[in-house]
């Protein structure tokens, strides 16, 4: 695969890599004792629908995959949503759907909400510039309320969700698929970010940063860490997603990683 340029396979790759990430984080959410999440998975063709009762934000309430094939299915969708009282979110990427599929979402109700962006590089090593005061390594079993944590804090949800996160982590931690991994800065945990491997692809799947810790270049660590962990691990592309120019981005483009596609969100009215 030519990865100097986001070709049509490309962008086919680092969308199946997002669809199996999320299918396999759900699916292990589903699968916790009595389903406490709420978590029910649907698929329409080439579309992924995935639902949580518990978890309302739109990512764990979206529709991805679609593609125009699926034009004849968007009702089934939405009745699929319609069942449990929620509308989902439509993550559209370009090249995948055409001007009829978006005016049947557009006669629904759904509108184009967002943007978010998706980028990709070939894993290598990076040299690592050594510090006295920032270390990380990979998280252990233990330490998922500490990651969670993280997590909570550093994207401004409450504590009260410290129990959810760290559980609905933990059942990720013995997938081969996944890593995770802490930042610390003078031995105090600071930052945190995960990985999942499928099919020689990495995907950055999240990464975040407590307040009183950012602005000393631990989120560029961390994607440094995990590119290369992803070499060592013989993937030969290395993906992630983030809001379009956010902080995140630039971090991401500063490193050599290249946008793929800018993909846009569609919400109903």
């Not at 890599?17 to 984080?25: A, F, H, L």
């Not at 998975?41 to 593609?67: D, E």
């Not at 013995?174 to 003078?186: D, L, T």
Request: neutral net charge; contains cysteine.
């Amino acid at each position: 695969m030519n990865q100097s340029v986001p070709s049509l396979e490309l962008i086919r790759a680092i969308e199946q890599s997002e669809i199996d990430y999320m299918y396999d984080r759900m699916l292990a959410i589903r699968g916790r004792p009595g389903n406490p999440e709420g978590v029910e998975i649907g698929q329409f063709g080439n579309a992924l629908c995935l639902y949580s009762r518990t978890m309302h934000w739109p990512s764990f309430n979206t529709v991805k995959g679609l593609t125009s094939e699926e034009i004849g299915q968007i009702d089934a969708i939405l009745d699929f949503y319609r069942s449990f009282d929620r509308t989902p979110q439509f993550e559209i990427v370009p090249s995948r759907v055409d001007r009829d599929l978006l005016k049947a979402l557009s006669d629904r109700g759904f509108y184009q909400s967002g943007f978010h962006a998706s980028l990709f590089t070939e894993p290598m090593e990076y040299p690592f510039e050594p510090s006295d005061s920032i270390a990380i390594r990979e998280l252990r079993e233990d330490e998922f309320d500490q990651y969670a944590a993280i997590h909570c804090r550093g994207t401004g949800l409450p504590d009260n969700g410290i129990p959810y996160v760290s559980a609905n982590n933990r059942v990720l931690y013995n997938r081969p698929e996944w890593k995770f991994y802490m930042a610390y800065v003078n031995e105090q945990p600071a930052a945190a970010a995960v990985m999942h491997m499928k099919d020689g692809i990495a995907s950055l799947t999240f990464a975040a940063t407590l307040p009183e810790y950012r602005r000393l270049g631990l989120h560029r660590r961390l994607l440094d860490r995990r590119i290369a962990d992803a070499k060592r691990n013989g993937c030969t592309l290395a993906v992630s997603q983030c809001a379009f120019l956010s902080q995140s981005h630039r971090n991401m483009e500063r490193i050599g990683m290249k946008i793929g596609f800018l993909k846009t969100l569609w919400t109903g009215k």
